[in-house]
C-alpha cells in the first residue's frame, strides 16, 4: 500500500481541536478557538472578579480566553470560600440554640467568604496588570487588494509575449478613535500611575479562508492583532483634544505559492481598421476568469486603459468611447514626443462579460506607420482574491467577533504595462473552417455512438483543457424524441487558443439521442459533432494555421469519442437503431410530433388534446 501526502492551504482553525468554526479569540494570546475552548467569562465569575471591558461599544461584551489565559479562581480560593458559605449557614442554625456562638460562627464564615474573593480579585488584578489598554474604535473601511502586474509585447516579427509579476498583497483599514476611548483611557490611568501614552489594544484582525501567505514583517500570520500607543493621536491628548482621531494601518503581504496561469490574464491585441486609409487603429481586450473553478474572479471594472503613441499621428478624430487626449513627453514637436489617448472607468456590457473581450477603435488625422510602435498600461479590478482568502473578520480588543460593519471588500487589480510593434500589423481578414456552404449542408458533421451526456461532455471538455481555454459550457434543456423512450440532447462548448498574437476561437455543437430502457441513465445513443474555428489572419502562413487547427480539434474530438463509445461498448450497451429514411414509421412519428408540439406551444392545441393525440400517434406510428 502507497501513502501519498498532498500538500493542502492552510487554514485557521481552533488552536485545541482543530475545528475549522472559529467564535471567538483569546484576548490575551489571540488563539482562535471554537465555542468549546475559547470560552467567556461566567456571569458569576465576571461580578467576582470585575469587568475587562467599559464604555460604550463593549459595556456588555463578556472577555473571551483560553485555558492557559482565563482569570479563573483557583481550587484553594473555592474550598476557602465554600467553607466560609457553609459557616455562615451553621452559624443562621446555631443562632436558633445560642446568640453569641451563632454570631461567631456567623462572622467567622463571612470572614472566610471574604477572604477568598478578596485573594481571587487580587489574582486577577495580578493576571490584568499586563494586559493593554483595551479601546473600541469605530471601523470606517477595510480593503484587501491583491496586484498581479503582467507585461506584454509584440516584437516587430510578430511573437507576443506575456509574463507575470509575484502577486503583492495590502491590507488597509481605516478606524476611528472617539470620545468613548478617550474616556477608557482615562479610566485606565486611574487604576496605574501612568503616562497617557501608553499602549493598547484594538481587537484583532482573522483573514479567512484557504490562505498561503509569505510571513511578512508587517504580516506575520493570518492572526493579526491592532496594537499601538496612545501617544501617536491627538484625541488623547491632555490638553486640547480632538474630537476623534484617524488611525489609518496599511500592511502589505506575498503569497508563498504564486497562482497557476497558463496563458496571461489578459491580452491587448492591435489591429490596423480595413478600408481607414490606415488611419484607425483596433485595440483588443480579452481577459479570462482567474482563480480555481469554484470561486471565479469576474471581471468588475478597467479602471484605465492609456495608449501612447507618436505624435506624428495627429490628434485623434473618432473614439469609440469618451477619451481623453493629452500629449505626454516635450511640447508636442520632436521624434520622442509621444502623446496619449486613454479611457477610464469602463464598465462591461453583460455581452462583453459573457464575451470576455471588449474593442476600442481610435482614428487618427494622419497615416499609421508600419515601424510605429505604441506603449501603454491597463488597470481592471476583479472581484475576488488570488490567495484564497474569503473574506476578513475583526474581533474588539475583548475576543468577541464584530458585527457592528459592513464587511471587507477584497478585489484583485490586473496592471499591464505593455509595448507593442506594429511591424507585424497589417490589414487582416478572417477565415472561418468549414466554408458557410459545408455548414449549412451539415456535410462536416461526423457522428459517433456515444451517449450525449454530462460525462461524455465532461470527458471532451478534460481532453481540450490541455491546449486550449474553455470559454464556456452550455447545456440546452433535453427534449423528447421520435419515438418513447427517446431523448434529445444539445451541448454548445466555446475557447479559444493563442498562437501568436492573434487568437483562434473555436466553437463545438453536440447533439444527440439517448435511449432509455427504464432506467435513468440511458442505455445507448448516439452523438453528432459540429466544429467551426475561426481566426483572424495577415498572411498565407497565419490561414493555414487555422486550418491545420480544425483537423486538430476535429482529430482531438474523434479520438476521445471513438475511446469513449469503446468503452461503453466494453459495457454492453446496446446502440440504438435510427431511422435513415423518410418513410420509416419512426420518421413519420418525429413529424407528427413536431407539429404537435408547435400546435401546443403556439395555444393552439389544450394539453389534453395534446396529450390524446401524441398517445394517438405514438400507437399509429411507434414500434
Not at 193 to 211: H, K, Y
Not at 268 to 288: G, Y
Not at 612 to 621: G, N, V, W
Request: glycine fraction near 8%.
Amino acid at each position: 500500500m502507497k501513502t501519498e501526502f498532498k500538500p493542502r492551504v492552510p487554514q485557521v482553525r481552533c488552536w485545541k481541536c482543530g475545528k475549522l468554526q472559529i467564535t471567538a479569540l483569546c484576548h490575551h494570546c489571540w488563539r482562535p478557538g471554537c465555542a468549546k475552548h475559547v470560552v467567556s467569562v461566567p456571569g458569576w465569575a465576571r461580578r467576582l472578579l470585575g469587568r475587562e471591558g467599559a464604555g460604550r461599544g463593549p459595556e456588555n461584551d463578556h472577555s473571551y480566553h483560553c485555558k492557559k489565559c482565563g482569570h479563573a479562581v483557583t481550587r484553594p480560593q473555592l474550598v476557602l470560600g465554600g467553607l466560609g458559605a457553609i459557616a455562615v449557614v451553621a452559624g443562621l442554625i446555631v443562632l436558633l440554640l445560642s446568640l453569641a456562638a451563632g454570631l461567631a460562627v456567623v462572622l467567622a464564615g463571612v470572614l472566610l467568604t471574604g477572604s477568598a474573593c478578596l485573594a481571587a480579585r487580587r489574582r486577577a488584578a495580578r493576571g490584568r496588570a499586563a494586559v493593554p489598554l483595551l479601546l473600541h474604535p469605530k471601523i470606517n473601511d477595510l480593503r484587501l487588494t491583491e496586484t498581479l502586474g503582467v507585461d506584454i509585447s509584440l516584437a516587430p516579427e510578430g511573437s507576443y509575449q506575456t509574463s507575470l509579476r509575484p502577486v503583492e498583497g495590502t491590507i488597509s483599514m481605516d478606524l476611528v478613535f472617539g470620545q468613548p476611548d478617550r474616556d477608557r483611557l482615562d479610566r485606565y490611568l486611574g487604576k496605574r500611575a501612568l503616562g497617557r501614552d501608553t499602549r493598547f489594544s484594538a481587537g484583532c484582525l482573522l483573514l479567512q479562508g484557504q490562505v498561503d501567505l509569505e510571513p511578512q514583517p508587517d504580516l506575520p500570520d493570518r492572526v493579526y492583532p491592532l496594537t499601538g500607543t496612545t501617544g501617536a493621536y491627538p484625541v488623547f491628548r491632555a490638553e486640547d483634544p480632538h474630537a476623534s482621531s484617524s488611525w489609518r494601518m496599511e500592511r502589505s503581504y506575498r503569497l508563498h505559492r504564486e497562482p497557476r496561469i497558463r496563458q496571461g490574464p489578459v491580452w491587448v491585441t492591435p489591429s490596423l481598421v480595413p478600408e481607414s486609409d490606415r488611419r484607425a487603429l483596433e485595440l483588443d481586450i480579452q481577459w479570462v476568469d482567474l482563480g480555481p473553478r469554484d470561486k471565479r474572479l469576474s471581471l468588475d471594472v478597467i479602471e484605465l486603459i492609456r495608449i501612447k503613441y507618436p505624435v506624428t499621428w495627429g490628434n485623434v478624430e473618432l473614439a469609440s468611447q469618451r477619451a481623453i487626449q493629452s500629449v505626454t513627453a516635450g511640447d508636442g514637436r520632436g521624434a520622442d514626443a509621444m502623446r496619449s489617448v486613454e479611457w477610464r472607468q469602463l464598465v462591461p456590457s453583460d455581452e462583453q462579460r459573457e464575451a470576455r473581450r471588449l474593442t476600442l477603435m481610435v482614428r487618427f488625422e494622419a497615416q499609421i506607420e508600419s515601424e510605429d510602435l505604441i506603449s501603454g498600461r491597463l488597470e481592471a479590478v476583479m472581484k475576488g482574491g488570488l490567495s484564497g482568502v474569503d473574506g476578513a473578520r475583526l474581533y474588539s480588543s475583548l475576543g468577541r467577533r464584530r458585527d457592528d460593519w459592513r464587511g471587507a471588500t477584497i478585489r484583485t487589480r490586473i496592471e499591464a504595462d505593455f509595448r507593442l510593434s506594429l511591424a507585424s500589423i497589417r490589414y487582416q481578414d478572417v477565415r472561418i473552417v468549414p466554408e458557410r456552404e459545408t455548414r449549412e449542408d451539415d456535410s462536416n458533421a461526423e457522428e459517433f455512438r456515444v451517449i450525449p451526456d454530462d460525462q461524455m461532455v465532461i470527458k471532451l471538455t478534460n481532453a481540450l483543457s490541455e491546449n486550449y481555454y474553455v470559454k464556456r459550457v452550455i447545456e440546452h434543456p433535453p427534449r423528447s424524441g421520435g419515438r418513447a423512450n427517446h431523448m434529445q440532447r444539445y451541448w454548445d462548448i466555446a475557447g479559444r487558443r493563442y498562437e501568436g498574437v492573434y487568437p483562434i476561437e473555436f466553437h463545438m455543437v453536440l447533439t444527440g439521442e439517448e435511449i432509455h430502457k427504464g432506467g435513468i441513465r440511458a442505455a445507448a445513443g448516439t452523438t453528432r459533432v459540429q466544429i467551426v474555428v475561426q481566426g483572424a489572419y495577415t498572411d498565407d502562413e497565419m490561414k493555414d494555421r487555422i486550418d491545420q487547427e480544425w483537423k486538430g480539434l476535429h482529430a482531438l474530438t474523434k479520438e476521445t469519442l471513438e475511446g469513449l463509445a469503446g468503452q461503453e461498448r466494453g459495457r454492453n450497451r446496446s446502440d440504438a437503431p435510427r431511422d435513415t429514411d423518410p418513410a420509416q414509421p419512426g420518421s413519420r412519428l418525429l413529424k407528427r410530433l413536431g407539429k404537435l408540439d408547435e400546435a401546443f406551444l403556439e395555444g393552439r392545441l389544450s394539453r389534453e388534446q395534446y396529450e390524446d393525440m401524441k398517445a394517438r400517434a405514438e400507437q399509429e406510428f411507434g414500434d
